[in-house]
Nanobody, 126 residues
Framework: QVQLVESGGGLVQAGASLRLSCAAS????????MGWFRQAPGRERELVGV????????RYADSVKGRFTISRENAKNTVYLQMNNLNPEDTAVYYC???????????????????WGQGTQVTVSS
């Protein structure tokens, strides 16, 4: 069983940067596709970005392309989300998740992700 713990959220002003971390326990992490998702109040959970096991393949939601970067350090069992030029529309709870069945490539389908963290709040003021 893999457990995920997110950290790094907080309250920032528009234009600021934050880096979220997701620490995983469990040795299968290094072979899994990982993703970051977010959910704002009253809205459905949505994709932010995903990364394959090697870190070489990434995909992003159009709303964050050019501002957010997902990366991973398998030796540290950690995946990161660097968020730059934040705006109030980025306010949400951010979750990391893993797809235990996917050892090659990536998927952007939320339903494919098997294990989830508890989330970390990001609030961007104008």
């Amino acid at each position: 069983q893999v457990q995920l713990v997110e950290s790094g959220g907080g309250l920032v002003q528009a234009g600021a940067s934050l880096r979220l971390s997701c620490a995983a326990s469990g040795r299968i992490f290094s072979t899994n596709c990982m993703g970051w998702f977010r959910q704002a109040p009253g809205r459905e959970r949505e994709l932010v970005g995903v990364i394959d096991w090697s870190g070489r393949i990434t995909r992003y939601a159009d709303s964050v392309k050019g501002r957010f970067t997902i990366s991973r350090e398998n030796a540290k069992n950690t995946v990161y989300l660097q968020m730059n030029n934040l705006n109030p529309e980025d306010t949400a709870v951010y979750y990391c998740a893993g797809d235990v069945d996917r050892i090659t490539g990536v998927t952007t389908e939320i339903r494919e992700y098997d294990y989830w963290g508890q989330g970390t709040q990001v609030t961007v003021s104008s």
